[in-house]
């Protein structure tokens, strides 16, 4: 494939990007907007206010707008693109498009109902080699991107002093970010729930968990989180299961190559 990287480390390399959007049109990971549209309209309504997250050169925001959505904030960190879609839509008033970072989101607190992201996390994934466990440096870039859209305050009791009691820790005070109270952020990835949930099972990101699969012969993964309610007992209990293996001794793992395949191009409705 023409824009395929020498390695998929380069799926983070803003450069890469750059490079890319200079002569790529429109590309579309885990299909197109029509392949999801009936679990979108489950959960996002025409008249909200959406983030889109990483947006790219997808049809994704043109295709919603179309559909009858007005108002969709478009953010990536590669100024080729923000440039390219702002010059491609400017006829289209409800489509904005910003140069930044989602580790660093330059917006008010609680101003979007629903952020909205497909493929944007998988690409920060790339150099995992392992897909039970994260590797540190990644699983903290996550949590930086998940806590623009949670921030929040939490006070131990003396007994929690240890990451496992973590989960016992009483919240005196949560706040939204850039997600209103009962605000939604919705994933879309090929990753499934077993490898996923454990990323977003975060009793401090505030949130509830769903997830829906879509497709034929693959299917990928739609994940709606819900700003202001608690995690399900299953999810709950997920989380103190992830804690408490990290508390565990480390144990000898077979690790495949990162760059073995190109799973981000090796996937199509």
Not at 114 to 130: C, F, I, N, Q, S
Not at 206 to 212: A, E, P, Q, R, T
Request: charged content about 25%; some cysteine.
């Amino acid at each position: 494939m023409e824009y395929l990287p020498d390695s998929n480390v380069r799926y983070k390399d803003v450069d890469y990007w750059n490079e890319r959007y200079r002569t790529e049109e429109s590309f579309e990971w885990f299909g197109d907007f029509t392949k999801f549209d009936h679990l979108l309209r489950q959960h996002v309504g025409t008249e909200e206010n959406i983030l889109m997250l990483g947006c790219g050169n997808s049809a994704l925001s043109y295709d919603m707008y179309r559909a009858g959505y007005t108002s969709i904030t478009n953010v990536d960190y590669s100024n080729v693109c923000v440039e390219s879609m702002a010059e491609r839509h400017k006829d289209c008033a409800q489509l904005s498009w910003l140069c930044m970072d989602a580790r660093r989101l330059a917006f008010p607190d609680g101003v979007f109902d629903v952020v909205l992201e497909k493929g944007t996390l998988d690409a920060m994934l790339v150099e995992e080699r392992d897909p039970w466990k994260v590797s540190e440096n990644t699983a903290r870039l996550l949590h930086q991107v998940l806590l623009e859209l949670s921030l929040w305050w939490c006070q131990a009791s003396p007994a929690n002093q240890n990451i496992s009691a973590y989960v016992h820790m009483k919240k005196t005070k949560q706040v939204s970010r850039v997600l209103k109270p009962g605000g939604r952020f919705i994933s879309v990835t090929f990753a499934q729930p077993h490898f996923r949930k454990g990323l977003y099972a975060r009793a401090e990101y505030d949130w509830s968990i769903k997830h829906y699969h879509y497709g034929n012969s693959f299917h990928y993964f739609l994940y709606v989180l819900t700003k202001g309610e608690e995690l399900s007992s299953e999810d709950a209990a997920l989380e103190r299961r992830l804690l408490e293996e990290a508390e565990a001794p480390p144990t000898n793992i077979r690790f495949q190559e990162a760059d073995s395949e190109d799973f981000l191009n090796n996937i199509g409705l």
